[in-house]
């Protein structure tokens, strides 16, 4: 019979937005970087890491990927971790995510 295209899922556009926000927010943090060799030749690694792991299909795989680089970063780079909290809330609110209707209520 016909097999079924497993293309990818919505996880796996939601985790493509937080990758590219993620990106984001290390050029943003970069600037910080004193000297441009040195600010490029960071930007070049994340973005060799990022590339590195686009053939990963399994969406705990991507997530865990994404979480080891903003750990990563928030050590590297110290304006990291505002950017990436403030660009966080930004995805979040624009795609719907802060709704109460995602939220349990577990009141009887």
Known sequence: MFEVNSGPTLQHFLL????????RSVIRASR???????????VQWIRGEIE????MTEVDRIEQHLSYL?????????GF??????KSRK?????GLHDSTYRYDISI
């Open 32 to 42: 910080h970087i004193p000297g441009v060799d040195a600010r490029k030749g960071t």
């Open 52 to 55: 590195q792991a686009s053939d």
């Open 16 to 23: 493509r937005a937080r990758t590219v926000a993620f990106y």
């Open 81 to 86: 971790h505002l950017a990436a909290q403030k």
């Open 91 to 95: 995805l979040e609110n624009d795609l």
């Open 70 to 78: 903003q750990r990563l970063m928030k050590q590297v780079l110290p």
